[in-house]
Every structure is written in C-alpha cells, then in structure tokens.
C-alpha cells in the first residue's frame, strides 16, 4: 500500500518512497539507499496513464557505486509501483535489464522500441 507524504513524494508499507524533485529528476529512497534518475513527461495513453520517460543510464545510487542487476530489478519495479499509485507509467529507454528480467517484472512497465 501507498500513501501521499506530500504532492510530490508517496512512500511504500514496504519501506521505500518515491519522491519527484524538480520536472527532470526523481529520487527514490530505502532506508539509508538513495538512487536518483533523470526523468520527463511524457504524452498521456489512450488509458488516461501519463508516461513519465526514464533514461535508464541516468539510475544511480547517490553515492556513486555501481547497482548490481538483481537490485536494479527491484529498484525498477518499486519505482514503477510507486508511479502506478500515482496514475504515472514508467517508461524506460533504453530498457535496463535482460529479458529474463523484464519478464518477471509488473506489466505495468512500458518499454521503447
């Protein structure tokens, strides 16, 4: 479950939050780990879902150590999550994982071809 800390953060029962800083850039926070992204708005589906467009090279953890891939997998999904809560779709560009990966993720995430 989600809930609104405030117009621009909702936080997860699951301990993390999802916050947007500015209109190019999200921050995503569990516990002592912050990963930061750079992100824009995108055009709204025939679903009424407005995509919010990620550059997946800009998904880093503040500290600047490398995300292993079974983290970035989970971080993926949780930002994602995080957006459907907020009637947002994550899309990502280029895709950041491998194919085995994506397909264990929510649907909920959109890729470019």
């Known amino acids: 479950m989600f809930k609104w800390v405030d117009k621009s953060c909702v936080e997860s029962d ?6 947007f800083i500015g209109r190019f850039s999200f921050e995503y926070r569990a516990g002592e780990t912050i990963v930061s992204g750079e992100c824009e708005n995108g055009a709204v589906g025939s679903d009424g879902v407005r995509n919010i467009l990620v550059n997946s090279a800009t998904i880093k953890f503040d500290s600047g150590d490398p995300i292993r891939e079974t983290d970035k997998a989970r971080i993926i999904k949780n930002i994602s999550d995080a957006m459907s809560f907020q009637n947002l779709r994550l899309v990502l560009d280029p895709p950041a994982l491998d194919v085995r990966q994506l397909s ?8 470019e071809d």
């Open 104 to 111: 264990e993720l929510s649907p909920k995430i959109k890729f």
């Open 14 to 19: 699951e301990g993390f939050a999802l916050q």
